[in-house]
C-alpha cells in the first residue's frame, strides 16, 4: 500500500504562485526600460546647450516617447511574458511573436538607448561636436517632419532606379550565367570577356555611359544592370556547372529533353549560387547606385545627399543615409524572404 504525499496547503499557494510569477519577469526588458527611461530624463530634465540663435526643436517631444517606449517595455517585462522564454518557433499568434522578437532583440534594447544618450549629451547637451557637422537626435526628428515630401520622392526614385537596374542585370546575369554553365561553346567566347569585363568597376564607366546614353537616368540604369549582372552571371555560371552528372544521367535515361535538362535540372539545381550571386549584387548595385544619382539624376536618395551636401546642411544628410540604410537593409531582407521561398525544398543548403 503506497500513502501518496500531502496535497500542499491552500495557504502556501498564492506566494508560491507569486514566486512563479516572479520569476517569468523579463530581467533583460526591465534593464531596457530602466535604460530608455533614463536617456528619456536625460533629454527632457537637462537643458541644452544652445548655439547660435535658437534652441533644438522637438527635444521635450524626444524625451517624452523615449519615457513611452520604456513605459511599454516594462508592461512587456512584467505582464507579457506567460511561461518560459518565448520564442518564434512556439510563438503561434501576432503579440507572441512580438514578445518573442523583442526577447531576441533584448541586448539592443539596452544598447540602442545608451548611444542615443552619448550622442544626446555630446551634441545637444555639452556641444563637444560642433555645429552643423553633428547635430543631436531631435534634429532628425524635424527633417523626416519638415522635409519629409522631398525626402519621400527621393526614396520612391531610388527604389523604382533600383529595381530597373538589378531587374535587368539579374535577368541578363542569369541567363548569362546559364549559358556559360551549360554549354561549352558558348562559355569558350563569353567566359573570357567576363573574366576582363567583369571586375572593372561600374563607375568607371561613368565617362563613357554619359556619352552613349541618351539620358543620366539610363546611364545609371545601365551601369546599376552591369554592377548586379556580373556577381550573378558568375555565381550562376557555378552553379550550373557544378551539377552532379548523375543527375542528368538518371532524367535522361527517363526520356528527358535537351531544355527538361536546363530548366528542371541545371537550373533548380543551382538557385543556391543564383541567390548568392543576387545577393552579392545587391551589395554592388547600392555604392554604383548612389554614385549615379551623385552625377546626374534630378532625384534620389544620392541625389538628396548632394543637394544637402551643397547648402551646408549635414542634418538632412543624415536623416538621409540613415532612411537609405533602413532601406536597402529591407532591401535585403527581402531577398532573404523570397530565398527562403524559393529554396523551401532546399532548406539549410545556403546560408548567408
Known sequence: MTTSQPALQPSLAPPLARVRGLARVWKTGLAAATTWAAFGLLTWQWPNRVVGFSD??????????????????????VFGTTGSHPTTRNARNTPQRAVAALHIAGPWLIAVPVVLAAWEILTAKTASLPTPFFAPPQALIEVYIDDWRRLGDSVVN?????????????????????SIGWSRLIGY????????????????????TFYFFPSSYSAAVFLIALATAFPVAVLTWSGVASVNKSYYDVARTLGASGWFLVLRVAIPAALPQVFVGLFMGL?????????????????????????AQGWASY????????VMALLFSGVITLLFVVRDRALSWQKGTVKW
Do not use: Q
Open 56 to 77: 533644438w526643436a522637438y527635444t521635450d517631444e524626444l524625451g517624452v516617447a523615449a519615457l513611452v517606449v520604456a513605459a511599454l517595455i516594462a508592461l512587456v517585462a
Open 158 to 178: 531610388t527604389l523604382r532606379l533600383l529595381a530597373l537596374g538589378v531587374a535587368w542585370g539579374g535577368v541578363i546575369g542569369f541567363l548569362v550565367g546559364v
Open 189 to 208: 567566347w563569353v567566359h573570357p570577356v567576363l573574366r576582363v569585363l567583369g571586375p572593372l568597376p561600374s563607375t568607371a564607366l561613368l565617362p563613357l
Open 283 to 307: 551589395g554592388a548595385s547600392f555604392s554604383v547606385l548612389v554614385t549615379a544619382e551623385m552625377m546626374g539624376v534630378k532625384s534620389g536618395l544620392g541625389w538628396y545627399l548632394t543637394w
Open 315 to 322: 542634418v538632412n544628410m543624415y536623416a538621409a543615409l540613415i
